[in-house]
DNA sequence: TTTTGTAATGGGAACGGTACCAAAAAATAT
DNA sequence: ATATTTTTTGGTACCGTTCCCATTACAAAA
């Protein structure tokens, strides 16, 4: 059923139909009805992948993201979805897994779907996606990872902030072996999660301890594992700072293995504020992502791109000032620090 | 940039290009390379939108569920994108919060986004956009919940066999009055939930009271609002069976805000296995769903379907036997429940 | 009556691919 | 050398819309 067996049916030009369909004002009223009646009946439903082939736009954004198991993610996401949902737009969401082979992969696919534009959370500070979405003229911003070397729209938190709180809270009340766990990055420098925490260090006037800066993959198992490998090497510390919340869980996790007590025997903050925070056992002493903020500005600003847009030309990503959007985070404290004398 | 451009500059026909695109093997090696070379340099990518037109099949599939928010969903997702990513099929993932409007908006776009298929689970058992679906002729699979009056293809999970094992838990345990907080449902049966709640009660003699059997959004809030209504009635209860582990959680909330100790003055036995449930204080017991499994045979299901799919014809879905596959639980027991005598 | 203007409709060329069919070129057989 | 087969290529209709342009219908003005 197409547009053209409506109009047969309907007894006029498949030109009157389309401008039914978009409910054009030029129309008169008893054929709009007519038309409209047919269609009703019919259960035609427009084709609109044909329609987007000839208007170039597909009214849906690609969501890149590293996993959306993680909750910090998942808030993300809603508030993309909510300002996105309210225009009319879909989502495509993708799960690089943290691959950047399969992140690479998604937005080339995303671009050959001619999605109107993406939302990307990269992987990486040099991630090859975003590299091609710029070459591609695809409107694109990125959250959660600045890029380097790429004037891109961002909107993010400084992760050194974080780090730096998360080991400011643990340094005020008394710990001075503070174990940091941050992702790995392929990058050479230094991540910014550690620069905060040396800085902090630095502050209180302790050396840091290559032993006490590890990395570990951002999920439970994460950091599980890290705390029993320290924990086989004999590595001492008494307080740990975590990349997220997740991981945090995983400490609470190895911790329990082990027969520590949180936070007696380990204090812990955490890092994002994830629902579930709060009824962890302790309840998570964290540093609040503005999780929901970043995914609703990230759509905002990719939204008034799109607009900006002039007719079908690519987007050119590298003229005009790129936007960048710094939101803050701040100290939720709860149960899983002590004070050490 | 498109195929009839690259034809230009390779001096080709666009079927050849077209041919290198598919690598169809009848063209020559030199052919080959030198149009390829073309493309790289061109930074060409092929527009899939003009293709499905063409060769109407999208590689992509609608998934609707009605919070993905709910660790449950989520978890069935990653069983869904498991099987569709390594079948090179595209996700598009719709958030119908519960709402059947949203729900059946969600279901038309994407059957006008001609998706190959869509995974579903609808909010109530005789969902609008699970009828319409049959309607068009698209392939879909249903779970989570099974459908009154329509032959569809499903995968789900006995209700209430969950209800069911939790209550028999609880009155194992030698609880006798036990809540039941089931979701609200608009059909004037009761749910499947509650009868298995029943079957249990009756097994032991003991005659349902009405105020124990309660309805709420299967959130946080839901579950803590419900106890803390029941609390100011004054309502007595020893035991609590959910629907789902969030509620559960709210039931954790509302008790904490009481100053009910869980399991001494109340237990509870939740419904899913959240990867979180296990950390919670007191860690939670909890009827554990097969949601990866879920997702997996959703999918598994779809893509036969699709398949089997005669060319361009719309699939009718009410040929055949529609295949039903039913998914075991089993308790898991933590922390949060306590015998009484 | 003829002209002019406006509202409503129809015709057909795109959009960017695919795929069938025919044609050309190259390889092989006669 | 010609006939035949095989490999490689080009031409073009089509997928289902939109949208520009032309045409028609009809009312109001000249």
Redesign the interface.
Known sequence: MNIKEIAKLAGVSKSTVSRVLNNSSLVAQDTRKKVLDIINES?Y??????R??KVKK?K?IGVIVPD??NPFY?EV??GI?KVLDKKGF??????SEYDEEKELRYA??L????VDGIICAPCSESSKAVQNLC??GIPFVVFDIPQVNLATNLVVVDHSECSYLAAKHLLENGHTNILSIDVPNPQKIESKFVLGYLKALREYNILPKPELIQKASPD?TGGYSIIKKLNNQKVYFTGVITICDLVA?GV??AAKKLGLKIPDDLSVVGNDDI??AR?????LTTIRQPKYPLGFRSAKLLLSQIESKSGTEPYDCTQGQPTIIKLGVRLIQRCSVKRRN
Not at 90 to 95: F, K, P, T
Not at 111 to 114: E, F, I, N, R
């Open positions: 259960g439903l427009p084709n609109s992948i044909a987007s082939l597909t849906t959306i198991g998942f996401l809603r979805e879909n989502i495509m969401l993708c799960n080339y696919l671009a050959a779907k001619k070459k591609w439970i869980v609470y996790k629902p579930l009824y962890l056992n302790p309840p």
